[in-house]
């Protein structure tokens, strides 16, 4: 059971370069989040989804957009890197019985 | 909009000391609790689930209460070792659609 996978683990981006971070879970979950964490701090709220199709802003939605096809994959766009945007990525999804993380990517925008 | 907020920011104990770490949100209506556990530059890992009818969890020498009326949730360690040091995370499940909001974290630090 491999949980929520999220890829790439790690990435340097140029600023004004474009990627995509993707996220997958087999939990058959419906909500599903994306959080950045800078250095010492906590994790930010950046977009969430309850389900195929639905989508919503966080705390930090500015440079980023979502996407939610299926159940299962949740990609977070990043258009036009800064420098701002690098910090540490995580995926997370949930159930009534808590919350299961990815491991993160770590994206360097230089 | 929900706030939460931890405190201690950062803890530093000797060994064998029992400790209590404080979560507090800011609007009661909650769905759940998570906490979790942070080891530097890794992920997140769940330690207690408290569901909003439950007043407390407990697992081996860790013990999360809450108390929704009062918006604060407490992480007891018993006992603590140096293999506790890590930053340890409160989240509430909040809003009509689930939102997952995040402390700044406890970090700590339990020496020998």
């Known amino acids: 059971n491999a949980g929520v996978t999220q890829t790439p683990k790690f990435r340097i981006l140029k600023i004004g370069q474009s990627m995509t971070l993707q996220c997958t879970q087999d939990?058959?979950?419906?909500?599903m989040y994306w959080y950045r964490q800078d250095p010492g701090m906590g994790l930010k709220l950046i977009y969430y989804?309850?389900?195929?199709?639905?989508?919503d802003k966080g705390e930090v939605p500015n440079g980023y957009n979502v996407s939610r096809s299926t159940t299962e994959d949740f990609p977070l766009r990043l258009e036009l890197a800064a420098p701002s945007q690098t910090s540490v990525y995580f995926c997370a999804s949930s159930s009534t019985g808590g919350a299961f993380f990815g491991q993160g990517t770590r994206l360097t925008v230089v | 909009k929900q706030e939460v907020t931890q405190i201690p920011a950062a803890l530093s104990v000797p060994e064998g000391e029992n400790l209590v770490l404080n979560c507090s949100f800011t609007?009661?209506?909650?769905?759940?609790l998570q906490w979790f556990r942070q080891d530097p530059g890794k992920g997140l890992t769940s330690l207690l689930l408290?569901?909003?009818?439950?007043r407390e969890q407990t697992s081996g020498r860790l013990n999360a209460s809450l108390d929704k009326s009062s918006g604060r949730s407490t992480l007891y360690i018993a006992a603590s070792q140096p293999g506790d040091s890590a930053t340890y995370l409160c989240a509430v499940f909040s809003g009509g659609y689930n939102k997952l909001i995040f402390g700044a974290g406890t970090r700590l630090a339990v020496h020998p």
């Open positions: 939990m058959n979950h419906n909500y």
């Open positions: 408290i569901q909003s009818s439950q």
């Open positions: 989804s309850v389900g195929a199709g639905i989508t």
């Open positions: 609007d009661s209506a909650i769905y759940n």
